[in-house]
């Protein structure tokens, strides 16, 4: 997954964490007359941001956030949330003792094998508890179409060949048949967000942070300068400013809140 650059990331902080803010209520609608979680790990929690937002949510919970990137979570023990936090990878991590809540704001979509991932970590909470995840369903819109188009069009395309961008995400439909077998209760719906961005090329940068950068990490110099323009280019007739200036940004994302 190369680097994370948390300024890069924080560009968009704000409807980054719209989804964040759905996704944290209708955890807790899950949680119905039950008591509050008392345990809580934000899973993929980058510099903090969703994981603030579970503390102040539940403030009496012992919220920790995991994350693999260590330059986001060096972000996140400089700040103020209370939390504790945690270094490692996603693929094979598992909490020490069952949480109430496993809660994960778009990270999981970058693993592969879902079918095992999922059942494995909805295994790990407490009866009675809940798994929330969020993940971006873009895929087959512009914004992420158009990274692998632009890598394939210019001298940088056999470096390029290798490079894994953003893996799709499966319908909900697929992932109501991994869970549903070990779910008590099981949430799926999608939304599209409209996001309304303001400045030059704000869906590159959007992108620069999280699917796009994998393409720009493979190169340097006069390739990757190469490579962003070619993109730019396509981006900006794809999602054209507005006679206000602005550009309109539709985001697809799914969210799944599973009870045990």
Same mark, same amino acid.
Request: with cysteine; net charge negative; glycine share 8%.
């Given at each position: 997954?190369?680097?994370?650059?948390?300024?890069?990331?924080?560009?968009?902080?704000?409807?980054?964490?719209?989804?964040?803010?759905?996704?944290?209520?209708?955890?807790?609608?899950?949680?119905?007359?039950?008591?509050?979680?008392?345990?809580?790990?934000?899973?993929?929690?980058?510099?903090?941001?969703?994981?603030?937002?579970?503390?102040?949510?539940?403030?009496?919970?012992?919220?920790?956030?995991?994350?693999?990137?260590?330059?986001?979570?060096?972000?996140?023990?400089?700040?103020?949330?209370?939390? !504790?936090?945690?270094?490692?990878?996603?693929?094979?991590?598992? =909490?020490? /003792? %069952? $949480?109430?809540?496993? *809660?994960?704001?778009? &990270?999981?979509?970058?693993?592969?094998?879902?079918?095992?991932?999922?059942?494995?970590?909805?295994?790990?909470?407490?009866?009675?508890?809940?798994?929330?995840?969020?993940?971006?369903?873009?895929?087959?819109?512009?914004?992420?179409?158009?990274?692998?188009?632009?890598?394939?069009?210019?001298?940088? !395309?056999?470096?390029?060949?290798?490079?894994?961008?953003?893996? =799709?995400? /499966? %319908? $909900?439909?697929?992932? *109501?048949?991994?869970? &549903?077998?070990?779910?008590?209760?099981?949430?799926?719906?999608?939304?599209?967000?409209?996001?309304?961005?303001?400045?030059?090329?704000?869906?590159?940068?959007?992108?620069?942070?999280?699917?796009?950068?994998?393409?720009?990490?493979?190169?340097?110099?006069?390739?990757?300068?190469?490579?962003?323009?070619?993109?730019?280019?396509?981006?900006?007739?794809?999602?054209?400013?507005? /006679?206000?200036?602005?550009?309109?940004?539709?985001?697809?994302?799914?969210?799944?809140?599973?009870?045990?």
């Amino acid at each position: 997954m190369g680097s994370w650059n948390p300024s890069q990331y924080l560009k968009y902080a704000g409807p980054r964490l719209r989804p964040a803010v759905d996704l944290i209520e209708r955890a807790g609608a899950a949680f119905g007359a039950a008591p509050a979680p008392g345990a809580i790990f934000d899973l993929g929690c980058g510099t903090g941001n969703t994981t603030r937002l579970l503390a102040e949510r539940w403030p009496g919970a012992d919220v920790v956030g995991v994350d693999a990137s260590p330059d986001m979570l060096a972000r996140a023990r400089a700040s103020d949330i209370g939390a !504790r936090w945690i270094e490692a990878d996603l693929a094979d991590w598992a =909490p020490p /003792a %069952p $949480p109430d809540l496993l *809660y994960s704001n778009a &990270a999981l979509h970058w693993l592969d094998d879902h079918e095992v991932l999922f059942p494995r970590l909805m295994g790990s909470i407490c009866d009675g508890g809940v798994m929330a995840i969020q993940m971006p369903r873009n895929h087959a819109e512009p914004s992420h179409a158009l990274m692998a188009e632009a890598a394939r069009a210019g001298p940088w !395309r056999e470096k390029l060949k290798a490079v894994r961008g953003l893996p =799709p995400v /499966a %319908p $909900p439909e697929a992932y *109501y048949d991994i869970l &549903a077998p070990v779910a008590r209760q099981l949430e799926i719906w999608e939304s599209v967000y409209l996001h309304v961005l303001e400045g030059d090329d704000p869906v590159v940068e959007w992108t620069m942070a999280t699917g796009f950068r994998p393409f720009l990490d493979a190169l340097d110099g006069a390739q990757r300068d190469g490579l962003l323009e070619d993109y730019r280019a396509r981006i900006a007739k794809a999602y054209p400013k507005r /006679a206000d200036g602005k550009t309109l940004f539709p985001f697809r994302r799914m969210f799944i809140v599973a009870g045990r």
